[in-house]
Structures are given as C-alpha cells and as structure tokens.
C-alpha cells in the first residue's frame, strides 16, 4: 500500500526558511518520480517542484530561485528546501510519487495523497 507522510511545515515569519520532508512506503522509492505539491484555501492543488528517478529537478516558476526539491534513495525521502518564504506561500503541501514524468503535472489525476504539512507565512 503506497503511503506519504509529509512533515516539517509551521509558521515561519516572510523572508523565513523551512525545509519540508516527505516519507513514501509501499513503492520501489528509486524508480519513481517523485513531486512537492501544495494547495492554499480555496485554490487547486498545484505542483511546486518535482524530482526525477534521475535525480533531474524541475520547478514551477513560483519556486524557481527560492525552493530546493532533493531526494534520498536510502531513506526513501524527498526533501523541500523552501527559503525566503512569502505569505502567498502559506499552503498544505503534500508530496506524489510516479513512475509516469507526464503524470507529475497534473495532480487531479493522482491518488494516494497523505495529511500533508501546514505551511503558514505571516508575521
């Protein structure tokens, strides 16, 4: 059974850093895709950055130059790097995993999503 435990969000001042880490069990870690993903109140699930099986990164241009998407194949971990946080980056973020890159870009069409982790920007 796939699963995702997101972690690491709360409450960081603007201009702040945090850095999120997401836990996957259930699926062969290494030859997935995995992606950061994050939904504000009343907005669409969007992605934010995504890691290939690859080790290649690619990242929305809301998260080009501030965000750091990594992965650790041993601990079946994906980590989000998130510096100079601004309130419009106060979300629930989550993370997905597939075998399918195309897949990656179109997160109503995933599945399997955990609680995510709280992210709240404010002063």
């Known amino acids: 059974q796939v699963s995702f435990v997101e972690s690491g969000g709360a409450l960081v001042q603007p201009g702040g850093s945090l850095r999120l880490s997401c836990a996957a069990s259930g699926i062969d870690f290494e030859r997935y895709h995995i992606g950061w993903y994050r939904q504000g109140p009343g907005k669409k699930r969007e992605l934010v950055a995504v890691?290939?099986?690859?080790?290649?990164?690619d990242y929305s241009n809301a998260a080009k130059g501030r965000f750091t998407i990594s992965r650790d194949n041993d601990k079946n971990t994906v980590y989000l790097q998130m510096n100079s946080l601004k309130p419009e980056d106060a979300a629930v973020y989550f993370c997905?995993?597939?075998?399918?890159?195309?897949?990656?870009?179109?997160?109503?069409?995933?599945?399997?999503w955990g609680q995510g982790t709280q992210v709240t920007v404010s002063s």
């Open positions: 890691v290939t099986q690859f080790g290649n990164t």
């Open positions: 997905n995993a597939q075998t399918q890159m195309a897949r990656m870009y179109h997160p109503d069409g995933l599945a399997d």
